[in-house]
């Protein structure tokens, strides 16, 4: 009955009632955060290559495949539950204990799923993700990160990577990454111990073990990332629809589905620790089955196999092998207390990363002010605290300003990204206002959680200011019509220092009882258009002042006024004066009669009698007939 049982399980898996009972008492607690949810295919079994076309919201380019439905390990757990005494589903042994070879999990790659579970736990209560799920999955996917081939800090000791995903006999994944993370700048591959492909990863990455990197060989990334993905859509794991969606999420198989439910349940009856690459290796995978082996380390039709096992892996807990179990019994008890395996952390508290414990960002109350072109006087900053209101070191917190103002963080940033402090402090550096005066807000939010709302911190661009102009000089300017003046020169201060990039405004009025611009005084020039320029925008260099060059005189006389005005209530008047050109006519006339006609006739005449007489002198000489 209990091998027809066992069977039963590796067809259609657990039943939903089994599953989802077994789901709640594992029930932790999770959520996906920040991440949008991927786009699931959920009919069943999918052809291989279908859908590759299409890009998927949640991220990855297989249809919201986590994996790009690349193979996986199909060995499937004994037929006959663990039954590790004194361990509860929940929280296995901390000392390493023997017991049957598949229910033993690398103690790093545990610590890895444990840390994953109650990470989520703290985010969202509501998927009820348990590390049972995760360890069934990592199984299939990599049998345990290749046993617990891992590093101290959890990455793998070498890589662990899929076939590339070409189409031949896989989906067909064009390359994402350009071989950043797979090597390979043609097609993607699955990589890591959970299997993601890359622009899966890409959009689901995690840095679990804070070491400032989102590494998918890295057995606590990986499992954290995997369990924000499974959580992904509001799904409730405890709900059995829930939990096959999940699953078929990460590879759109059937009877990947009836596998990982496999694993789950059975590390739901119990799991053991066992040192790091000392995990059990899978053999079978779903690209190169092996007909003649054996797809579970107990063959199902041999019904004495069972019986030998327990003795040959672990002490039998059962009293009816009196023969092995008194020595390791009396023992048992104290192993807890007394043994200390290599990871001292697998068993104690997990500790819940800093992004997940925060609850809410509080805005500093420093006021943000600043005049244009110059640095803000305090800092923004937020304080990250956790739900009982106390502060939460080590958060990533992410400063942004908006579109709209010219304000910007050094090296013309417009983000910024810092850690929270021992205090939960985090402090953004030091922000210089543009040229644009106006108000704006600094958000401030958790990176990858985007359900935690954000920080607004609000900040003000002053425009500089001058509460008194000086004119330097006090040279009349009087310039005839046309004519231009002499340059104009004006001194700015703000309460008695001189006030550098301050704006000044310079406008022709027809009197100093008027600030309306005159319509026929001086102009500083023309426009395009030929019109005079009567207003004018100034602004004082770094020693205070300010040049009004240019200016010309009007077709009217009269007089006018140059008006200076600026922010903070600082103005200058300066007298300006058209005069008429010189009368020269009257004086003119009186002059060239008495130069012009005097040459002519004394010119004319005195050539004409000179030259007449020695021209009729010949009618003279010619006189001689009366000679």
């Not at 111990?193 to 990334?221: C, E, H, L, R």
Request: hydrophobic share 35%; with cysteine.
């Amino acid at each position: 009955m209990a091998a027809q049982f066992g069977r039963r399980l590796r067809r259609g898996a657990t039943s939903g009632a089994i599953v989802a009972a077994a789901v709640a008492a594992l029930a932790a607690s999770q959520g996906p955060g920040a991440i949008p949810p991927p786009t699931d295919n959920l009919s069943g079994d999918t052809a291989i290559g279908a859908g590759d076309a299409t890009t998927p919201h949640g991220g990855g380019d297989a249809g919201g495949s986590a994996t790009g439905d690349s193979p996986y390990y199909t060995d499937l757990p004994p037929l006959n539950p663990p039954k590790v005494p004194g361990v509860a589903p929940t929280a296995p042994q901390v000392p390493i204990v023997t017991g049957p070879a598949a229910a033993g999990i690398p103690a790093t790659v545990l610590a890895a799923y444990q840390r994953a579970e109650a990470a989520i736990r703290a985010s969202d209560p509501s998927c009820n993700l348990p590390w049972q799920l995760l360890a069934g999955i990592g199984k299939v996917e990599s049998g345990q990160a290749s046993g617990g081939r891992v590093d101290g800090n959890g990455t793998t000791l070498t890589p662990i990577l899929g076939p590339a995903l070409d189409g031949n006999g896989f989906a067909l994944i064009q390359d994402t990454d350009d071989g950043a993370f797979d090597g390979d700048t043609t097609h993607d591959r699955a990589l890591g111990p959970m299997q993601f492909i890359p622009s899966t990863w890409a959009a689901w990455g995690q840095d679990a073990n804070g070491d400032g990197k989102k590494d998918p060989q890295n057995v606590y990334d990986a499992a954290l990332a995997a369990g924000m993905y499974l959580c992904a859509g509001d799904r409730n794991l405890a709900i059995k629809a829930d939990l096959d969606k999940a699953i078929l999420s990460y590879n759109r198989s059937t009877e990947y589905l009836t596998t990982v439910l496999n694993w789950f349940e059975y590390y739901g009856r119990g799991a053991h620790t066992v040192p790091d690459g000392a995990g059990q290796l899978p053999v079978d995978r779903s690209d190169r089955p092996a007909p003649g082996r054996s797809p579970v380390p107990v063959s199902p039709s041999s019904p004495t196999a069972p019986s030998p096992r327990p003795s040959q892996d672990r002490p039998s807990p059962k009293p009816s092998d009196p023969a092995t179990t008194p020595p390791p019994k009396p023992a048992e008890p104290t192993k807890p207390p007394t043994a200390d395996p290599s990871r001292p952390d697998v068993g104690t508290p997990v500790e819940v990363p800093p992004t997940l414990r925060v609850a809410r960002l509080k805005a500093g109350t420093a006021t943000l002010t600043a005049v244009t072109g110059s640095a803000f006087a305090q800092a923004a900053s937020v304080t990250a605290v956790d739900a009982s209101g106390r502060p939460v070191a080590g958060v990533s917190v992410r400063f942004a300003l908006p579109a709209t103002t010219d304000a910007r963080f050094p090296a013309g940033a417009t983000t910024v990204t810092v850690v929270s402090d021992a205090r939960g402090v985090a402090e953004a550096p030091a922000l210089r206002a543009g040229e644009k005066a106006a108000s704006f807000t600094i958000r401030a939010t958790v990176p990858g959680r985007s359900s935690l709302p954000a920080a607004e911190l609000k900040a003000t661009v002053e425009v500089r200011k001058a509460d008194a102009l000086t004119r330097v000089g006090d040279t009349a300017l009087t310039a005839e019509t046309g004519a231009r003046y002499a340059d104009v020169t004006v001194e700015a201060r703000l309460a008695g220092a001189l006030a550098q990039g301050v704006t000044v405004t310079a406008v022709i009025t027809d009197s100093s009882a008027s600030d309306a611009q005159s319509a026929d005084g001086p102009s500083f020039g023309k426009d395009a258009a030929g019109n005079p320029i009567r207003t004018k925008v100034l602004k004082t260099d770094a020693q205070g002042r300010l040049v009004v060059a240019g200016l010309v005189a009007g077709q009217k006389a009269g007089d006018y006024v140059l008006l200076l005005t600026a922010p903070g209530g600082g103005t200058a008047k300066v007298a300006l004066e058209v005069t008429a050109p010189a009368p020269t006519s009257p004086t003119d006339p009186t002059e060239k009669p008495t130069t012009d006609p005097a040459p002519t006739p004394s010119t004319s005449p005195s050539t004409s009698p000179s030259t007449s007489p020695s021209a009729t002198a010949s009618p003279t000489a010619s006189a001689s007939p009366s000679a």
